[in-house]
């Protein structure tokens, strides 16, 4: 199959005037900067590794004076030949490198050359102009882009198509002629090899990667020879495209096999840097305004433990047993939690759950089959892997279409004027949810009938009636595979099938139609499978709503609507306040961030500053030799040592008063509810952060919820008696709270319920010591430990403490400045950071105090409980404020010892 400008399609029909497969005009035509600095050091740095080559000497190269130059010639036709030594070849890398800012190559790691850039910003751009630029100065001729799937395939030939008359005014017409391999027409390898003009031929990997392919046997059409012979014998260029998914052995065997020059690696996201020469990092792109900027419109459920929550993360399949890995809500101590857990036939969720009354009634695991994916209960319901039950699913992705909705118009409002086109993309995993099919019939499914309801809601406002002129019907479309007969399927994750093609092509033939205002088609429904190669750079909304739980990296989401966005002459527009990107997600925007930020410390090595430490920066803590000999830290260790034990006491009466005042003026129950929060996501070298532009509260239409036992919840999560209970229900007045959403009503009762005790318990409690408990000096051994050097403080006078450094518990100025001023202080005689297993029990949980010094003269030793700001006595709630007052009761106990609570040196109070 053999393509030129004039005989792709979609057909470059004349001028500016483009035709799709339906016959239909549209004038759309984009336009290339060729100035773009960061595009222009990318290519230089591929032309200076070859710096050296014999440079071209004409439209004919055949030489018969002996004279070297870039080509070489065969029975076979014209291949390429690169005359550096691989020394000679280093060296220009290393200048490059040096350039550019990367770590410099030792040797060099094959004749392989990485360019690493973002996505969005250009990297198909660059290396094709790459192929122009390196024949215009060395003459090769001869290239091969090896693609690992479909979908990349297909954008490299609209990017060649679209690209062609752009490169041909840049380089005085030079000709070229591009190529997609098709095993049906091997014969046109031999017009590939024979050739003394450019020629590019785009491969699949799958279609040459193992013996049987058609490519790797003899050919009668060919004289015997196998078609791989004539691209080998042409030493072609390789260009590989996303080599990260061709790092297999028999991919890089294959790639090896064509007996390339040298391959030219592009991508976001290596594996492997071999003899790196360029990069644009993401946090580089998206300073320089070179892709979107990112904000994430979250859509989360509330409050929402009412409803038997399971979600099915996998299935196991072992010799002996089967078994499933689910999501479940499991009561802890002060709260449910949505937790995984593992069951096998039998297991009961009830029990897994901790006895949560949703899951009591059938919920006993009956069956899993790990062959079709699926774990059925005793009640009949079956889910597939991926599967969700409870949490409010539907409703949750039925307000997330309202808000790519309700964001488009808003969108279409503000860009329509400047001649901006915006496009809505959403990825679903079922196409049976956009289009069903009856009797050969097609219908809208869910999600086809619930957009055109939103749609029609946000048409008719006053301020957006007329903004879109067309039918709802025309303005949105679903991009997915179909077989023969036209039915639209399902694609597969992972490697598309030959059926992706058609969806694939649909999406690339009218990229240019999709930005016209004319076009009625704003809102593109695709699979989220067809995730990678394609996209459209006014795609301002991107919308994943999965039944089943996305696999789909951050960075491939946002990939599809990274570009910067194009007006209606096809020109980019650079504006930040337009090129907006706004994910409508379905977790908070720190999950998102967070996992947006790993993978872009995964994908890049890229590492963002004060997160990963250097190795070479690890010191050793050590204890001063004879430190358990030292008397100055013997008369103080001895007076702090001594072990104690506690008791409580508090009225009944009181707590009743107590909690139900606080229960009557608690926060108001809500009913569950939906939020929605659109954050703006700046990429920064420190991380990710972002700014809330907008949260948004939506209601429920339907609800069913299981109202449980409230006293005998209430008790086993505070140990309170019955009749307890009743009282504080009845007192406080709340209890009609209940109908509205019982989980939270009860869980904000029992955190009430336990500030109280445990402010009544410290208030009442009593220390005494325990006879014989001492807590041993060994204790100080554990803190020899390896430690980074920005998390400790370096002693200077080793007489004064007990290590060479001090392990603080942050970088805060406090602790280290306490440190300093005891190091410095003449009248402090030895301090010492007290050891993590010096804890003192309290009736809220063990407490460690941070510091014990000796002041010179005095018989008092002075304790610190707390170094760091903000905890104060005002914050009567504050468990390490209540811990603080614990310690105050404890030092009560010990002669000589004063227990207070400082911020520095200075605040002591010596009595």
Known sequence: MLYNATTICPLLAEEGRVEDGNGEHFDMKLHFDSNQDYQLQAIQSLVDVFEGQPLITGEFEFSLGGAQTSLQFSEYGVGNAIRLTEQEILENVKKVQRVNGLPESEKLDGMHFTVEMETGTGKTYVYLRTIYELNKIYGFKKFIIVVPSIAIREGVLKNLQITHDHFQDLYNKAPLSYHVYDSRNVSMLRGFASSNTIQVLVINIDSFAKDENVINKANDKLTGKKPIEFLQHANPIVIVDEPQNMETDIRKTAIQNLNSSCTLRYSATHTNLYNQVYKLSPVKAYDLGLVKQIEVDSVISEKSFNQPFIRVESIKA???????????????????????????????????????????????????????????????????????????????????????????????????????????????????NYRIYEGGTAVKGKFGAWFESIYKEFAEKKEYQGLIPFDVEAVHDGYFAQDKKGILKDSREGRPSEDDISAYQKIMQ??????????????????????????????????????????????????????????????????????????????????????????????????????????????????????????????????????????????????????????????????????????????????????????????????????????????????????????????????????????????????????????????????????????????????????????????????????????????????????????????????????????????????????????????????????????????????????????????????????????????????
């Not at 790990?370 to 409703?395: C, P, V």
């Not at 339907?702 to 140990?719: A, F, R």
């Not at 504080?728 to 955190?751: A, H, T, W, Y």
């Not at 914050?875 to 207070?900: A, L, P, T």
């Open 318 to 432: 072992l010799k002996t047993k089967l078994t499933a890995k689910l999501t479940i809500d499991v009561m802890s101590a002060k709260e449910i939690r949505r937790k995984a857990v593992t069951v096998r036939n039998g297991d009961n969720l009830y029990d897994l759950s901790k006895e949560r009354e949703q899951y009591r009634e059938g919920y006993i695991v009956n069956e899993i089959n790990a062959e079709d994916g699926y774990i059925e209960f005793s009640n009949g319901r079956r889910l597939e892997i991926g599967a969700t039950q409870g949490g409010y699913q539907e409703e949750i992705m039925k307000v997330q279409m309202r808000k790519a909705i309700e964001e488009h118009f808003r969108k279409e409002a503000k860009l329509k004027p400047l001649g901006v086109k915006v496009l809505s993309l959403f990825f679903i995993d079922k196409v049976k």
């Open 510 to 911: 009218r990229k240019e139609q999709l930005l016209e205002q004319s076009e009625p088609l704003r809102f593109i429904f695709s699979h989220s499978a067809l995730r990678e190669g394609w996209d459209n750079p006014n795609v301002f909304q991107l919308c994943t709503l999965n039944e089943t739980k996305s696999e789909l990296k951050k960075r491939q989401e946002i990939g599809r609507g990274l570009r910067l966005a194009v007006n209606s002459e096809g020109n980019r527009v650079f504006d930040k306040s337009i090129n907006r990107l706004t994910l409508v997600a379905n977790e908070s925007y720190e999950d998102f961030a967070k996992q947006l930020q790993k993978e872009i410390e995964e994908d890049t090595g890229e590492r963002f500053e004060g997160r990963i430490k250097k190795k070479e920066d690890k010191v050793q803590v050590r204890l001063k030799k004879g430190y358990d000999t030292d008397q100055s830290f013997l008369k103080l260790w001895e007076r702090i040592r001594q072990k104690t034990t506690y008791r409580v006491q508090y009225g009944t009466d009181e707590l009743i008063l107590e909690v139900a005042k606080r229960v009557r003026q608690m926060e108001t129950t809500i009913a569950p509810r939906i939020i929605t929060q659109r954050t703006q996501v700046v990429m920064e070298n420190v991380g990710i952060s972002g700014a809330t532009l907008q949260t948004r509260v939506h209601g429920i239409e339907s609800m069913k919820m299981q109202i449980p036992d409230l006293l005998g919840y209430v008790q086993s999560k505070t140990e309170l008696t019955r009749s307890t209970i009743v009282r504080v229900l009845e007192e406080s007045g709340r209890l009609s709270d209940c109908l509205k959403n019982p989980q939270m009503f009860l869980d904000n009762v029992i955190r009430e319920i336990k500030a109280v005790l445990s402010a009544m318990m410290v208030q009442g409690v009593k220390y005494l010591k325990v006879a014989g408990g001492m807590y041993e000096m060994r204790l100080f051994e554990d803190g020899e430990i390896e430690a980074y050097i920005d998390n400790l403080y370096m002693v200077r006078k080793q007489e004064k403490t007990l290590y060479n450094y001090i392990e603080i518990d942050s970088l805060s100025v406090p602790e280290k400045k306490f440190a300093k001023d005891c190091e410095d202080n003449e009248d402090v005689e030895f301090f010492i950071k007290l050891p993590r297993k010096f804890l003192i029990k309290t009736p809220i949980g063990e407490y460690r105090p941070d510091w014990a010094l000796v002041f010179k003269g005095q018989k008092k030793l002075y304790f610190v409980a707390e170094t760091k700001s903000g905890i104060r006595e005002a914050d009567m709630r504050s468990k390490e404020w209540q811990k603080i007052q614990c310690g105050y009761r404890h030092f009560d106990e010990f002669e000589d010892v004063e227990f207070q609570h400082v911020r520095e040196l200075k605040d002591l109070q010596r009595r």
